[in-house]
């Protein structure tokens, strides 16, 4: 059975900017940048598509070696996973196709925790009366 994955858009909010692109997974309060192909790639996830269909797309577009594509984009999809940036789905959509236009480079994915306790507090319950946002009560 192949799986098919897709954005979780209900736990995260993403932003590309000059070529890289920022999401920020709000239920684990991390925030990753993508750079490299791993935008491109990263905006297929907009619909459910497979590894296979996205390494498809990749190859076919970039004119890349098929086993470095399928390699780097299967550990790509691997990462966003396990950051809980996409989920796995039983849906597919084959009504439109991928696309990839330009060089492949490997995709890269960085993520960051440092703002995690910011992120995760409750404004509403969790604040310092006295001291106000972004002080987290004691």
Sequence with gaps: MQLFYIVDSLSTASEEFDGETIVIQF????YSVFSGSGTQIF??????????AITSAVVEGSGADPATVGKDV?????????????VATDQMDNATPL???GDFTT???ETFED??????VDPVHEVD???GWPKQAT
């Excluded at 905006?43 to 296979?52: D, E, I, N, Q, Y």
């Excluded at 703002?115 to 995760?120: E, K, N, Q, R, S």
């Design 27 to 30: 239920k684990v309060g991390t």
């Design 43 to 52: 905006s297929m996830l907009a619909k459910p598509c497979s590894v296979a």
């Design 74 to 86: 299967a550990a790509f999809i691997s990462s966003l996973s396990d950051a809980k940036i996409i």
């Design 99 to 101: 696309e990839f236009s």
């Design 107 to 109: 995709p890269v994915m």
């Design 115 to 120: 703002l995690a306790d910011m992120m995760l």
């Design 129 to 131: 009366i006295d001291k």
